[in-house]
Antibody, heavy 118, light 111 residues
């Protein structure tokens, strides 16, 4: 059974940093691209970042480019999102999702809440 | 990249059928058969209900079906049940972004 479990929920001040983690199980982690998707309060879903199975290719939404870094440790079956220079508008539930062909996600975690506020 | 357009809300009575539309452009929905639909209960993990326009993953009820015409995709839920009350999002492959694009989401209320 595919399982994705996010962690790192926190309240951070604007300008601060936070790292999210996503522990994966139930599939061969290194053979799948992975992604982060977020949902700000009262809004819809937004792709944040995608990383290839090897970790060699990454993509970012314009809204986070230069501030967020996606990475993975295939030996630990874990996906990360390093978030720097956080803004109030980054407040959202962040989901880890397995990425498959067609720019879609087939399995999702339950999400972890990031709150950016002074 | 602009979001795909979905109605903010739809409603129906138990047993009825409803359809949720997802309108894009010739760069996404209209050009590729990579439209997916996700069911999302607040606080839970989103779940794929339809992928590649009309395919149902194993375990998804056949009450859920998908279709596409031009730049608009649709999700139809027949025989509405109380448990279907959730938020539904469409997504599509797009040539305008390396990430993809979601719809704004539709809240389904079962009356």
């Amino acid at each position: 059974e595919v399982q994705l479990l996010e962690s790192g929920e926190d309240l951070v001040q604007p300008g601060g940093s936070l790292r999210l983690s996503c522990a994966a199980s139930g599939f061969t982690f290194s053979t799948y691209a992975m992604s982060w998707v977020r949902q700000a309060p009262g809004t819809g879903l937004e792709w944040v970042s995608v990383i290839s199975g090897s970790g060699g290719t990454t993509y970012y939404a314009d809204s986070v480019k230069g501030r967020f870094t996606i990475s993975r440790d295939n030996s630990k079956n874990t996906l990360y999102l390093q978030m720097n220079s956080l803004r109030v508008e980054d407040t959202a539930v962040y989901y880890c999702a397995r990425r498959v062909q067609g720019q879609r996600a087939d399995y999702w975690g339950q999400g972890t809440l990031v709150t950016v506020s002074s | 990249q602009s979001a795909l357009t979905q109605p903010a809300s739809v409603s129906g009575s138990p047993g009825q059928s409803i359809t949720i539309s997802c309108t894009g452009t010739s760069s996404d929905v209209g050009a590729y058969n990579y439209v997916s639909w996700y069911q999302h209960y607040p606080g839970k993990a989103p779940k794929v209900m339809i992928y590649e326009v009309s395919n149902r993953p194993s375990g998804v009820s056949n009450r859920f079906s998908g279709s596409k015409s031009g730049n608009t995709a649709s999700l139809t839920i027949s025989g509405l049940q109380a448990e279907d009350e959730a938020d539904y999002y469409c997504s599509s492959y797009t040539s305008s972004s390396t990430l993809g694009v979601f719809g704004g989401g539709t809240k389904l209320t079962v009356l």
